[in-house]
């Protein structure tokens, strides 16, 4: 049982979660002029909030190509965090991996690359072998994986994308939306390791061998654009040239995505103007900072008598500039019912922010540890310390 601390609201913070941009977070008024003319679909949104600032057509169902590497980057980045693999792990790439055609960075069948050499390839060159024979590392086959990538987006709330492979080659109902793409962006995002490889311009694979493989990341905006750091541009006949890139400045980070430019330069042009234009009219006001301690939790008949609690990272709301920050104000709330088993990572309450009275967003409040149930030794040891005083 929830130690009762504030009544209704436990006043604790566990990890934070940014919930899904399309549910919670409110839309703002887009600029009166089309910014991305050329683009097929377009959308600019908060990285930490997930208010969408503008879009134009961002539930059009298109081919994404490459994009769709970010839900494989997540996939691999969250692997690692689990520990299920490790950046060192080698990786075998399989005949079917090598021999993938498109952007690639040349695996031979039973090459070795680390799982950070093989997320370097991906990031930066869009390597579609690299893609799949990480696929193939963490699900066994690139079937098995894209089974995950599907169960991962619908848990994200991307209710309009269907994949069919981990690399984004032409395949039929293969498709995503600049909001999905916006919203697995973001979440890829919150494994800030990334944008060490996103947002690098070059780099080297095979380093130390007779043939070493010069890397340039094919967003041009991170060398071009201050701020600029990721993410994953795409390019197929039928999808034409598309990106999901990021950019923060002074803590404020934001995502834009365009799908269907008709080259490089006006994909990268429109995204710029994106990005200009979110920079010159907002900023963000900060809930949380990483690793801000915000109390603890205590679960009296849990395993864990106590759990101590910090902002997993940074939690702000989207402000256009010069509007007054006056009512803002966030209360944390926990549901009333849990009791042990307490799974990692399982919902336990959430954070809503306010204006005044108005809900501007919410975040889940999730437990950053599993808790057991407490065995009977357990808790009859801590009620004695408690009789003692010493609890």
């Keep these: 049982m929830l130690k009762k601390m504030c009544g209704a609201l436990l006043c604790i913070q566990l990890v934070l979660t940014a919930v899904m941009p399309a549910v919670l977070a409110k839309e703002d008024k887009a600029p009166s002029v089309d910014l991305t003319p050329s683009a097929l679909s377009a959308v600019l949104m908060d990285a930490d909030s997930g208010t969408i600032i503008s879009n134009k057509n961002m539930d059009a169902k298109l081919p994404p190509a490459s994009i769709t590497k970010v839900m494989t980057m997540l996939l691999i980045v969250e692997a690692v965090d ?28 039973g090459e070795e690359m680390s ?22 590392k963490i699900a066994g086959s690139e079937e098995n994986f894209v089974a995950m990538m599907n169960e991962r987006a619908k848990e994200l709330g991307m209710v309009n994308t269907h994949f069919v492979n981990c690399n984004g080659l032409p395949a039929e109902n293969h498709y995503s939306t600049a909001r999905d793409i916006a919203i697995m962006s973001r979440e890829l995002l919150k494994h800030s390791e990334i944008t060490k490889f996103t947002g690098s311009y070059q780099d080297y694979l095979r380093k130390d061998s007779a043939k070493p493989f010069w890397l340039v990341n094919t967003n041009k905006l991170v060398r071009f654009y201050t701020g600029a750091d990721g993410l994953k541009t795409g390019y197929t006949g039928e999808a034409k040239f598309c990106l999901s890139a990021t ?12 799908m269907g430019e008709p080259n490089t330069k006006t994909r990268n042009a429109e995204v710029a103007k994106l990005f200009d234009y979110a920079f010159a009219q907002y900023t963000n006001f900060p809930i949380f900072k990483a690793g801000d301690a ?42 009333q019912d849990l009791m042990p088993p307490i799974a990692r990572g399982q919902t336990i309450g959430k954070v809503v922010v306010y204006k005044n009275d108005a809900v501007l967003t919410e975040y889940p409040v999730e437990s950053p540890v599993d808790v057991a149930k407490a065995g009977w030794w357990t808790l009859f040891k801590r009620s004695a310390r408690s009789m003692f005083g010493n609890e």
């Design 82 to 109: 689990a520990g299920k693999i490790k950046m060192t792990d080698k990786v075998s790439t399989s005949e079917y991996a090598a021999s993938m055609g498109g952007s690639q960075i040349f695996l031979e069948p």
């Design 294 to 335: 915000l109390g603890e939790l205590k679960v009296s008949k849990g395993s864990l008598s106590t759990v101590p609690l910090t902002a997993s990272r940074s939690y702000s709301i989207l402000l256009k500039k010069g509007e007054t920050k006056e009512g803002i104000r966030h209360e944390l709330q926990l549901r």
């Design 247 to 258: 950019a923060a400045r002074d803590g404020f980070r934001v995502i834009a995505v365009v």
């Design 115 to 136: 799982v950070e050499e093989m997320l370097k390839g991906i990031a930066m060159a869009s390597g579609n072998d690299a893609s799949v024979a990480m696929a193939e």
